[in-house]
Structure formats: C-alpha cells, structure tokens
C-alpha cells in the first residue's frame, strides 16, 4: 500500500516556473514506478510524465517536451515534477501516480495522491 501527497502548486504568472513533489508512504518506494498527469478543466486526464523505479524519464512530447523535467528522491521517498516557462494552458490539476509494474502513459497506474492545482495566468 502507497500513500501519495501532492504539494507545491499554485498560481504563476505565463513564463513562470513551478516544483511539484509528491511525498509517498509505504515500503517499497524505490521500486515502484512513478507518474505525473494533469486535468484541466473540462477535459480529460492526461499522461504528463513518468520515471521508472531505475530512473528511466518519459515526457509527453507534445505538450511538455523541454520545459518539464521530472526527478526522484528515494532516500526522500518523493518524485518531483519542475515545471518551467509555463503557459495557461498548463492549468490543470496535477496528480502522482504509482505502480510497482506499470510505467506508461495510460490511468494503469495502482496508487493516486489526491492532486495539487496549478493555475497559470496569461
């Protein structure tokens, strides 16, 4: 069993930057496959970004590519997602995901933290 939190959203100006951590409870974290997704309003929710439990990043091309880096801290059980030069486009809600086999872009993913939003002002 996972446990996730979400923290550091926030409203930012176009242009800004912004560093999301998800914290994880449970045993195991090192092992686990993490993800980032987002839901912007009226939409649905969407694959952002994911790193493996060895470290292996994937990225949203079309949206993110560039921009958004994500990271992880097993000695802090966390994952982080760096959010830079953001657009109002990237207001959604952010979400962490965890599985200990899974690692794609798809909703597969066994374990959800609660999301933090994002709002980014034109």
């Known amino acids: 069993q996972v446990q996730l939190v979400e923290s550091g959203g926030g409203l930012v100006q176009a242009g800004g930057s912004l560093r999301l951590s998800c914290a994880a409870s449970?045993?195991?974290?090192?092992?686990?496959?993490m993800g980032w997704f987002r839901q912007a309003p009226g939409k649905e929710r969407e694959f952002v970004a994911a790193?493996?439990?060895?470290?292996?990043?994937?990225y949203d091309a079309d949206s993110v590519k560039g921009r958004f880096t994500i990271s992880r801290n097993n000695a802090k059980n966390s994952v982080y997602l760096q959010m830079n030069s953001l657009k109002p486009e990237d207001t959604a809600v952010y979400y962490c995901?965890?599985?200990?086999?899974?690692?794609?872009?798809?909703?597969?993913?066994?374990?959800w933290g609660q999301g933090t939003q994002v709002t980014v002002s034109s």
């Open positions: 790193i493996t439990w060895i470290g292996r990043s994937t």
């Open positions: 449970g045993r195991s974290f090192s092992r686990y496959n």
């Open positions: 995901a965890a599985d200990m086999g899974y690692s794609g872009t798809s909703e597969e993913y066994d374990y």
